[in-house]
């Protein structure tokens, strides 16, 4: 019986929770799920490969066998426009699982972008070409294609469990993901809480101070703590 597992289908977020996810941040995301969105974002060790991306999409996944890609290639085949590739090597440094090719496959047929909790490389040709990576390694090693592993099965990435078809949203603070069924509500009160902070924002601008808007202000006039008005060095001996 064969190790390996390939499903050619995927259920995926809908496009309209998607586009809507597009214009909100992960930090916003990750405020609108509460305490659940502790265990949705990833390690800080995923990192954008170039500054100033912003992607949301469903998940495609990826798990590949040490040293080996072949169950990428197979995922970013099936891969469909506007999905997020989500690959997993959990030996990260024994070969690289994306590179300079697969990005150029992936902005020909339209993904959103790709997330590896492995190596990247050609890291410099990939930059240039403006596709969104995160990747929790960069390595030059140069990786089989004749592994078995699993494409569109649930995967932990970074100590989150992706299921194929979950809303994935990264930008500059890192990755989050958001199961399918929970998407559509998350994402209306990360927009909510996204335009909350405008309306602070434009506060700001007016002259308010954050000590006031953000709360903060309240809540130290209600804890019991000893102001003196006086430098630190003023005071005197003992």
């Avoid at 991306?53 to 072949?70: E, H, M, R, S």
Wanted: hydrophobic letters at 45%.
């Amino acid at each position: 019986m064969s190790s390996s597992k390939v499903f050619l289908k995927v259920n995926r977020v809908g496009a309209d929770v998607v586009a809507q996810a597009r214009e909100v941040t992960v930090a916003d995301v990750h405020e609108a799920m509460g305490q659940p969105g502790r265990a949705s974002l990833m390690s800080a060790r995923m990192r954008p490969l170039t500054d100033k991306q912003k992607i949301a999409g469903p998940a495609v996944t990826a798990f590949c066998w040490p040293g080996d890609n072949l169950m990428m290639h197979r995922a970013l085949y099936l891969a469909q426009p506007g999905d997020v590739l989500v690959v997993v090597c959990q030996a990260e440094l024994s070969g690289a699982q994306w590179g300079d090719l697969a990005t150029r496959y992936a902005l020909k047929k339209g993904l959103a972008g790709v997330v590896v909790q492995g190596s990247a490389r050609d890291v410099d040709t990939v930059r240039a070409l403006g596709f969104p990576v995160w990747a929790t390694h960069i390595s030059p090693i140069h990786p089989d294609k004749s592994g078995h592993g699993f494409v569109n099965t649930p995967v932990v990435c970074e100590g989150v469990n992706v299921c194929p078809g979950d809303l994935i949203v990264a930008d500059g603070d890192g990755v989050i993901v958001v199961p399918r069924n929970d998407a559509a509500r998350v994402v209306a009160a990360a927009q909510a809480k996204m335009r909350k902070e405008d309306g602070v924002a434009e506060a700001v601008k007016g002259g308010a101070a954050v000590w006031d808007l953000s709360g903060a202000a309240a809540i130290y006039a209600k804890m019991d703590i000893n102001e003196v008005d006086a430098a630190y060095d003023d005071q005197a001996p003992g």
